[in-house]
Nanobody, 126 residues
Framework: QVQLVESGGGTVQAGGSLRLSCAAS????????MGWFRQAPGKEREFVSF????????SYADSVKGRFTISRDNAKNMVTLQMNSLKPEDTAVYYC???????????????????WGQGTQVTVSS
């Protein structure tokens, strides 16, 4: 079992920055690849970013590429999402999720992730 707790959400003006953190507890953090997803009101949950268990590989949705950066610290059981140049369309609840690293081809498919946090609200005002 892995418990995930997100933090760092809030309200920011367009063009601003936020840094989301996801603290993991439970089983060995480095056994898991990690993803960030978001869900805006009335919309389906969508992929934002992914990082492998070692941090050696990352991927991003086209909508956030060049603005968001994912990273992890296995010693601290933490994954972060640095969000810069925020836009009103980035407004959503952001979730971190964990998937066991032996499960391949999962990156953007939310239904294949094993554990989820409770989410943190990000609101970007224009």
């Amino acid at each position: 079992q892995v418990q995930l707790v997100e933090s760092g959400g809030g309200t920011v003006q367009a063009g601003g920055s936020l840094r989301l953190s996801c603290a993991a507890s439970g089983r060995t953090f480095s056994s898991y690849n990690m993803g960030w997803f978001r869900q805006a009101p009335g919309k389906e949950r969508e992929f934002v970013s992914f990082i492998t268990w070692s941090g050696s590989s990352t991927s991003y949705a086209d909508s956030v590429k060049g603005r968001f950066t994912i990273s992890r610290d296995n010693a601290k059981n933490m994954v972060t999402l640095q969000m810069n140049s925020l836009k009103p369309e980035d407004t959503a609840v952001y979730y971190c999720a964990a998937v066991v690293r032996t499960k391949v081809g999962v990156q953007r498919t939310s239904t294949l992730y094993d554990y989820w946090g409770q989410g943190t609200q990000v609101t970007v005002s224009s």
